[in-house]
């Protein structure tokens, strides 16, 4: 990975953040604690914008006027608002500018936008950081959020190798674990399986009469499995829909295993189900190389 110092190579010298959330809000945080990068950043909450002034976070308000000024631009939206962003204000953004957006999915949000920033100059790069809280917010975003997590980005050359240090450079502030480049298809289809199903499957396991009784009677597999139960069902509604070929394959496959220990346990089987314990216990060794 990069050090924080590599930041000086890139002459990156005004960034503009658009979204002040929890994961645009720790963006804007984090150039702010480890660069000297000029900082303007918008929101549609005129209160966080003045809150991240305030703050010292921001020097400015990001505007249609100073946009140009921007050699670095952080779309932290969601996927439709990130492109509507991008069209919308692609005929203002300086040529040799980088957007880096922070979506969770992004096949459309790539097809779209790379095609946008060939017809005015600039570069857009997919990105996905790996990062969050339970809690959404500017008041929950923090310059550490990223420290020692994921980084995925997408580039419109995947063999664009140049590019990808140049973003590994940029993104050294944040201090991100690693940074993982592949194809929107790829990350659209893992992002379905490590993400998208435990939401999923945390939000109906929670569902269950049971778990109002749960006081008392609840450890750590409890508080593991329904961790993601309580999230901004707007968000993933959009996400999930997106997405759905991917996570319909991943439910078809979850509900297929779940039939199994289901028969095993109506018919009694001890064998069988000894037998698909056992295989998920593999399942899980193989995957962590034990």
Request: hydrophobic letters at 40%.
């Amino acid at each position: 990975m990069s050090k924080v110092s590599d930041f000086q190579k890139t002459n990156i010298k005004t960034i503009g953040v658009v979204g002040l959330g929890l994961i645009g809000g720790s963006f804007a945080k984090a150039f702010r604690l480890n660069t000297k990068a000029k900082m303007l950043g918008y929101d549609t909450n005129k209160s966080v914008c003045e809150l991240a002034t305030l703050d010292g976070t921001l020097d400015g308000i990001l505007t249609k006027e100073n946009i140009s000024e921007c050699d670095l631009i952080i779309p932290a939206l969601y996927n439709q608002a990130i492109i509507d962003f991008v069209r919308d204000n692609a005929p203002y953004i300086k040529k040799g500018a980088i957007v880096i957006d922070t979506g969770g999915l992004k096949r459309r949000v790539c097809k779209e936008c790379f095609e946008i920033a060939r017809e005015h100059g600039f570069t857009f790069v997919g990105g996905h950081p790996m990062a969050g809280k339970k809690f959404s917010g500017y008041n929950y975003s923090t310059g550490t959020l990223f420290r020692d997590a994921y980084m995925i980005i997408i580039t419109e050359d995947l063999n664009d190798t140049k590019l990808q240090n140049h973003i590994r450079d940029i993104m050294s502030p944040c201090r991100f674990a690693n940074i993982t480049v592949c194809s929107s298809e790829k990350h659209d289809k893992m992002i379905a399986f490590t993400s998208e199903m435990p939401h999923i499957v945390s939000n109906a396991y929670i569902k269950s009469p049971t778990a109002k009784e749960h006081l008392g009677f609840s450890a750590g597999s409890y508080k593991d499995m329904t961790r993601v139960a309580w999230l901004n069902e707007d968000m993933w509604t959009e996400i999930f829909l997106e997405n759905k070929d991917n996570l319909i394959f991943e439910l078809d496959e979850i509900i297929k295993y779940l039939g199994e220990y289901k028969k095993a346990l109506e018919e009694g089987d001890a064998e069988y189900l000894r037998q698909i314990l056992h295989d998920g216990k593999v399942a899980k060794e193989e995957v962590d190389g034990i």
